[in-house]
């Protein structure tokens, strides 16, 4: 499992620990990645993601996991991500239908 977060798609960096006489050392930048189970409406089941804090805020501003996936065009987002807005859509349009 990559170190990257599935919205915002940060990942790890490098840089350098720079010591007090000037001597550099390599070392890696994790992004604050956590797991996180978002309750989506639509499937009315919880979707497992790995997001960074930023990516968390990001889908909690812009409405919850239901409304960020549906607003989001499919390029941008994921494998996993995609399929679960494919599962989304399908539920949304069956009931669209039935209606």
Sequence with gaps: M????????????????VSHSNIKSRRRFLPNLQVNSLMSDLLR??????LSAHGLRTVEHRGGIDAFLLSTPSVELTVELRKVKRRMVKIRDAAAAAA
């Design 2 to 17: 990559s170190r990257r977060c599935a919205v915002t798609g940060k990942g790890v960096q490098t840089g350098n620990n």
């Design 45 to 50: 089941e919880p979707v497992r993601m790995r």
